[in-house]
């Protein structure tokens, strides 16, 4: 029922419109090499130092570890807690992009850092992110995109994330009741609120599955309700990313519409 780009009139230089055709039509736009080298040099030496914080001893929500050991799968809230995403989540040009398409000024929703290192990385299963940002949540609309930085060369057979084209199209409801506090267990293997396997069928028969791959500072932009997930890393080259969620300043959240109470804003920020 909404729209996937909220502006077609073309306002900035980085993206052109047969590129922002090109995210309505498939739910996603791969920027190669967005970032130079000096960018993503820097961004690696932050992901570096929030690697080491992270560690074992470090009990902090925000630290996301997997589901069957103590090894850090994810960080939250990097552009609150760190100069360096802080400033990536405000960046000029990668702002233009996401104002494009969306129509309006944005705030981030959410930030993580995803690790995936060689040989131990392991997968995010299959699904599409609106419907746990309005359930759990209370976002609105379908009004939000994300950003995914690549911060190591992603192959495709490193865990690089897929995406089904034109799967945003249609919205595919979970079966099942959410648990309370279920953010602490999904964040680190999801159970609930994933797609049933004849739905993934149907949608994989009608879009195909792609895996848009490149150097890093290449950015992949996906909307809110595409169809993606990743599998487990057992080549020897590491695969991590930053994550920057995007949401309008016109869609901002309420109580969410599962009647459950809303999640921390580590995980959904409700400051605009």
Known sequence: MDPVVYNHIINQQVINALQLSGYEQDGYLFLEEFFTQEEVAAMREELKKIWQEAGSDNNKPEVIREPDSEEVRSVFAVHRDSGVF????????????????????????????????????????????????????????????????????????????????????????????TPDDHYKQSLRKQQYGVPDHDSMRWLTEKGGIVAPVGKAGSVLLFDCNLMHGSSSNISPMPRSNIFLVFNSVENKLVEPFSGMKPRPGFIASREA
């Open 86 to 177: 802080h400033q990536l989540a405000v960046h000029d040009r990668l702002l233009a992009v996401v104002k494009q398409i969306l129509g309006s000024d944005v705030y981030v929703h959410q930030s993580r850092i995803n690790f995936k290192p060689g040989f131990t990385g392991k997968e995010f299963y299959w699904h599409s992110d609106f419907e746990t940002w309005h359930v759990e949540d209370g976002m609105p609309r379908m009004r939000a995109l994300s950003c995914s930085i690549a911060l190591e060369d992603n192959y495709f057979f490193n865990g690089p994330l897929m995406v089904i084209p034109g799967s945003h199209r249609h919205f595919i409801a979970c079966t099942g009741q």
